[in-house]
């Protein structure tokens, strides 16, 4: 018998099979085209794998109580793919769903397994290709008894650091899912960050791409180390062959997504949450892909002009370094704030500490600093946000003048840093015991007659203006 099904062999289901196999797990694999089960069968030759091309046959050679992990696009094909399981399968087996699922589908799809006897996992993964084959970080969540079930083969091929699995149970219904949207949320974010501060190096210090390679190589081993960091230095050395030209050079400046950056933002809109520089993050998305009204824009709108003048590179570089590291901050201060303020209205009882753990190895977004984004939420359970910790406090007043610098610069020559700006603001406006909403109030209790609170008494006023 086979101790968990794989249903979906595209590029992540073929590969988290693999994985399964390789960790020693007995695997049956089945998709519904058989071109790819051809494929599959073809390529991977492993004792421990078993295709099958009829889903009966399937799930019978599956042992009690059965693990079925679905791969397949999210959205009513998931729907879909449990409506034909669901006849075939007994009372406390177990479906896994490990696609970019909206949680709040998972929400339902757990509610209404649950009324059938059947057990839902919410499993985000991350990591792309390789991490499904060499160790992804995985984000599951659901009912806690069946998770116990599956913990065994989730954890064996989740990425592992110091000997922990990126792998944790983290609470009820569709929570897995919504901490893989907002993981994807702080992604975005973090790879505009490195873009902005990629064409400032470029575009205001006149460093070219090899310089910035080394530059980015550099910034790798201290605190900004990080995958994505990694992988930017490393596409910044590939020369196009047709063209001879860097191949950063040659791509399109149109940008795509799959949503799941919209995804966070607009949840962080319905639970009241300021994520500025996620959100800026997929506005620029959106924003690069009207390429051709930018060209004519260009030539018909005014910017300031582009003064020459000699500036002192090694300052200027290690300026945009502490910018870059303080924008990273601010990111995962939202998205976790974002974490913080969902537990409590959807009642999850998500461990911040043990989320920052698993996003260190397998997943995107995995980088030096969720150590101490880990340890900071470990030793204050209770941290309202993360800039209120000590490690961080004195890295944001440290950087907060660098930070200044750059996003001033951009703005003086006409370079667009939202994201760098967006950190900016959030951290003056947080950092600020007053704000100006006060005068907002006013307003809205002027046209509205909705009104206010006083600074001097309790209860709810209104003034006839």
């Known amino acids: 018998m086979n101790s968990i099904g794989v249903f979906g062999l595209g590029v992540m289901g073929a590969n988290l099979a693999l994985n399964m196999a390789k960790k020693g797990e007995k695997v049956a694999v089945y998709n519904y085209t058989p071109d790819l089960t051809d494929a599959f069968q073809a ?25 079925i992990f679905l791969m397949v696009t999210a959205g009513t094909v998931v729907d879909s793919v449990m409506a034909s399981l669901m006849p075939l399968l007994d009372q406390g087996d177990i479906i896994m769903d490990g696609g970019n699922s909206n949680f709040v589908d998972s929400n339902r799809r757990s509610g209404y397994l649950k009324e059938k006897g059947l057990h839902f996992i919410s499993v985000g993964v991350s990591g792309g290709e390789e991490g499904a084959l060499n160790g992804p970080s995985l984000m599951p969540s659901g009912d806690k ?154 030539q018909k709108l005014t910017g300031p002009n582009q003064l020459v003048e000699e500036v002192d590179k090694k300052a200027w570089i290690e300026l945009v370094r502490q910018a870059l590291f303080m924008g990273k901050v601010s990111t995962y201060a939202q998205g976790f704030y974002q974490y913080k303020q969902a537990s409590e209205q959807y009642h999850w009882d998500l461990q911040l500490d043990e989320i920052a753990l698993i996003f260190r190895g397998g997943c995107i977004i995995r980088a030096a600093i969720l150590n101490e984004i880990s340890k900071a939420f470990k030793e204050n359970k ?84």
């Open 43 to 67: 390529k991977h030759q492993n004792e421990n794998l078993e295709a099958y091309y009829d889903l009966q046959y399937f799930i019978h050679s599956l042992e009690k109580p059965r693990k």
């Open 145 to 298: 008894e069946a998770y116990q079930q599956v913990a065994p083969i989730l954890e064996k091929i989740a990425a592992q650091v110091d000997g922990k699995p990126c792998c944790s149970y983290l609470g009820k219904e569709g929570s897995g899912h919504y901490v893989k949207m907002v993981h994807n949320g702080i992604e975005y974010a973090d790879m505009q960050l490195i873009t902005e501060s990629y064409q400032f190096l470029r575009e205001r210090l006149g460093l070219n791409v090899n310089e910035i390679a080394a530059v980015f190589a550099e910034w790798n081993k201290g605190e900004l180390n990080s995958y994505l960091m990694e992988i930017t230095a490393d596409i910044l050395t590939h020369v196009d062959e047709e063209t001879n030209q860097p191949m950063v050079d040659v791509i399109l400046d149109q940008s795509g997504q799959k949503g799941t950056g919209k995804w966070t933002s607009q949840n962080a809109l319905d639970i009241g949450v300021s994520l500025s520089i996620i959100t800026e993050s997929v506005f620029m998305r959106f924003l690069s892909t009207v390429k051709e009204e930018r060209m004519i824009a260009e």
């Open 382 to 465: 209770e941290l309202p946000n993360l800039f209120l910790s000590p490690y961080f406090k004195a890295i944001l007043n440290n950087y907060q003048a660098s930070m200044r610098k750059v996003v001033m610069k951009g703005m003086e020559t006409g370079l667009a840093l939202p994201c760098l700006s967006a950190s900016l603001v959030y951290y003056d406006g947080y950092r600020s015991a007053k704000s100006g909403a006060n005068m907002i109030q006013a307003q809205r209790d002027y046209f509205g007659a909705h009104t206010y609170q006083r600074v001097d008494k309790e209860g709810h006023f209104h003034t006839e203006w």
